[in-house]
């Protein structure tokens, strides 16, 4: 969704933004949004008897919205004086955001004021839209974005949050009819193992619905995300590195492959992820190419069917089968 109109971002300044502790951004002047933000210039949001589900990002506040994200996903919208389609980002962002009834916050952060964020979501061109959800950084899109796009980027983030146990809400003042439903009960029990990190437990929970119920496409959503989160969960930012390069130096290497496929969806980079298993299964016959293909297929569940990315993934999967 980037666009030829969105510019690249200015050098960040020399100390990054850790997501993870405290951020020191005193020496930083904050600037007003543009009007599209719907936020004042002190950064308090124009609602009244309501939750704060539209803020501007300052460095009182940055820290607090990375903790929030733990209760629900906070959409950070990176915007810029300099680019014409930051206003018109916000005001999208805005508006759809409002409409999720408190499932989602939106932060406005102008790079201007405060490059660290740039740097630290690796930002190229503004505007930018990135998710945090647990403290960790989820990429949504650059540029433009209608708000039907805007939409299907946030169901798949809401069910994303999902998997990873954030299923709050700030929706005080926000219509019964928005309410989510109870989930039901073999799908908390998964939630609920996901949230104290038991992939295996939320596996076999979502197994047990997939057999009472094999049209549960939730269900298999969902167990398609947990088992990746298991094979995941026990490398390291080295071990993760090392697979790359293995990658890299050896294309038919399948448990490389694999796992860097694994890696490029979960981080956010889908097209890499898929990609990467289509080239594989193009040039490979036999049991190997049929593992790829398996795991492939349970990567188009973690994306979700509708998906752009994995319709063009498909194509391109039936081209090299056939």
């Not at 505007?127 to 433009?144: D, R, S």
């Not at 269900?219 to 993760?240: C, F, I, N, T, Y």
Request: zero cysteines.
């Amino acid at each position: 969704m980037s666009s030829p109109a969105s510019r690249p971002v200015p050098p960040a300044a020399a100390n990054p933004l850790n997501l993870r502790g405290a951020v020191d951004l005193s020496s930083l002047k904050q600037r007003p949004a543009p009007s599209g933000a719907g936020t004042s210039a002190e950064g308090a949001p124009q609602r009244t008897g309501a939750p704060e589900l539209k803020v501007n990002v300052t460095e009182g506040n940055f820290q607090q919205l990375v903790e929030l994200s733990a209760q629900v996903p906070v959409v950070f919208a990176l915007w810029a004086s300099y680019s014409p389609e930051s206003a018109t980002m916000l005001d999208v962002l805005g508006r759809v955001v409002e409409s999720y009834g408190g499932r989602l916050v939106l932060g406005a952060a102008d790079i201007d004021a405060f490059p660290q964020l740039a740097q630290a979501f690796q930002v190229q061109a503004v505007p930018t839209a990135v998710a945090v959800l647990k403290g960790q950084p989820v990429p949504l899109f650059q540029g433009g974005a209608d708000e039907q796009q805007v939409r299907s980027l946030f169901d798949e983030l809401l069910k994303v949050a999902a998997a990873n146990g954030v299923t709050g809400s700030l929706g005080a003042g926000a219509p019964d009819d928005d309410a989510p439903a109870p989930l039901p009960p073999l799908h908390q029990a998964a939630f609920d193992a996901i949230e104290i990190g038991d992939y295996q437990a939320a596996a076999d929970a979502y197994r047990q619905a997939l057999n009472e119920m094999p049209s549960d496409h939730e269900a298999k959503a969902g167990l398609a995300q947990v088992e990746l989160m298991a094979r995941l969960q026990p490398l390291s930012a080295q071990d993760s590195e090392a697979m790359r390069a293995l990658a890299a130096n050896e294309p038919d290497n399948l448990e490389a492959q694999l796992l860097v496929a694994d890696l490029d969806v979960a981080g956010g980079h889908v097209e890499d992820g898929l990609n990467r298993l289509v080239s594989f299964i193009g040039r490979n016959f036999g049991p190997e190419r049929e593992t790829a293909r398996v795991r492939l297929l349970e990567l188009f569940d973690v994306v979700g069917a509708s998906d752009e990315r994995v319709a063009k993934a498909r194509q391109a999967l039936a081209r090299v089968l056939f």
